[in-house]
């Protein structure tokens, strides 16, 4: 069999039913033998960083690791940044990258290339992935491939980037297709756990906090009967913010350093803080820690060294979330738990007190506000794609996820231009269902290139474009620190009208400018005629909006900016 005629066999044989790519001469092998020996969806973007976070949106929908081939060279060195993007989120990718022929590499030559395009790629990405391999033997194909599987799925998932010349892709080979099983069981200590339970039994003021490691290890359901059984009330993480829907009458709110205030005050309040997946890295709890460190704290992950890291006197249970639920489950078969009313109560209070639509009082569209009404008339949509920005942490703080929304977002990269190619993805892996993109105009104009593969392949996604001419949370922090001086971040006039560029893709646009125009223009993106088809519409944000609340420098989470009063204050 064909080296490639195998790999693309492989893929179907794993489940993988779409993949993404930017043609090149390395890979056309590849591609050829996906195109003729399996029925595999090949998306061609139209630039190898899409074709990455692309995959990423697959990957997050689907549990399926992500696939995206280029080719050698600038090809390779494009999708780095949505390899980081995987590596940081905790999401399984396989990166396919074509090289030249193994008689045009320059090894240990101290030359600087070789071959056309030559480069060592996986030099470069070693840092960014849980593994990488260099093929330059042909009968190691089917063992390394699977065990590329293996390593991007146990544990915490993550990518993994496999680099093949040209000439090994069209060899001979006689492959065996074997499977590799992945091992998930850890032995959790009976005594901590025990403490953990009694603990939520005697806390008065329990918080779980969700975080991505809960999508990631795929036990969402596992997660729902904990928090039905416990009762436990629910602060996230900006990556777990689909963990729980937005009516949970357990969910609180999303934490960090933009997060609802009212969750951030609660976070500070907590006797009990358990962690579930989360890292609890510094856009979580603010650069002071020492005021969430006195309190019992179980810090439940798969990675040993992500626990007392930042936060230190954590109990650590260093296991997948699968057997922790399982384990838990097992040990609180008949142990009931009860959470004091005065709590949850108190929470609810709090969310009167600091309202998310009350942070701001902007001329024209206030964002929280529009994104409420976004969401609350969006249910046909199947998940939220934020980019980077002031309008991801609007959509964070006030979008009302329902149950089987996905949220996905680039968190650890924090990567502008991920959301397009990766609503792309996410509406492939959910079978071409609508998904809402939620861009700024910055990110809009880093793979706006990729409004053509949406037109190309038909696909029903609602670009939503927050458009303030500006680059919004640098500009505000100019403003903070810079005396307002606006080096390239302010375009003003300059700025694109974005409805007029969708329109020359051959995608419907419209642009709102007024609160009183929001209603009539979520309904259109909803209506019977356009629910199928992509659209685009552009929301006209005042460019002196702020992002709030923020944390106040060198305070704790609990203190943000502005320092304003509570409503019931005001009100007297």
Known sequence: MKVSDFIAEFLKKKGIQSIFELS?????????????????????????????????????????????????????????????????????????????????????????????????????????TKACFHISEPNDIPAIFEKAFAIALEGRPGPVLIDIPMDVQRIQIEPEFFQTDIITEEAIDSIVLENLIQDIKQAKRPLVLAGRGIKASQCQKQFDLFLEQTKVPVITTLLGLDTIPFNHMQR??????????????????????????????????????????????????????????????????????????????????????????????????????????????????????????????????????????????????????NKNQHFLTSGGMGAMGFSLPAGIGASIALNKEPVVVLIGDGCMQINIQELQTIVRNKLPVKIVVLNNKTLGMIRQFQDSYFESRYQSTYWGYDAPDFAKVAIAYGIDAMTIENPDEITNAVEWLWNDDNCTKPQLLQVMIDPHTNTYPKIAFGRPITEMEPFAKPIAMEAT
């Open 252 to 401: 609180v709110g999303f934490i960090g350093s933009y997060g609802n205030r009212w969750a951030n005050i609660a976070f500070g309040e907590c006797d009990l803080l358990i962690v579930l997946g989360s890292r609890l890295d510094i856009r979580q709890t603010g650069a002071d820690t020492k005021f969430i460190e006195d309190r019992k704290i179980f810090h439940i992950d798969c990675e040993k060294a992500e626990i007392n890291n930042r936060v230190k006197g954590c109990k650590a249970i260093v296991t997948d979330l699968n057997v922790f639920f399982t384990k838990f489950q097992e040990c609180t078969a008949n142990v009931s738990f009860d959470l004091p009313n005065s709590w949850m109560n108190h929470i609810n209070d709090l969310k009167q007190t600091w309202p998310d639509t009350k942070e701001l009082t902007p001329k024209g569209i206030n964002p929280n506000v529009f994104m409420h009404s976004l969401s609350s008339q969006s249910k046909k949509a199947r998940a939220y794609l934020a980019d980077v920005g002031s309008h991801q942490m609007w959509a964070a703080q006030s979008l009302e996820l």
């Open 24 to 128: 090149g001469g390395m890979i056309t092998h590849i591609l050829d033998s996906l195109n003729q020996k399996t029925d595999i969806n090949i998306i061609t973007m139209h630039h190898e960083q899409a074709a990455a976070f692309a995959a990423e949106g697959y990957a997050r929908v689907t549990g399926l690791p992500g696939i995206a081939l280029a080719t050698s060279g600038p090809g390779a060195t494009n999708l780095l940044t949505g390899i980081g993007s995987c590596y940081f989120d905790s999401t399984p990718a396989i990166f396919i990258t074509g090289q030249v022929n193994r008689h045009e590499l320059k090894g240990d030559r101290g030359i600087r290339q070789l071959g056309f395009q030559e480069t060592d790629i996986v030099s470069m990405a070693m840092p960014i």
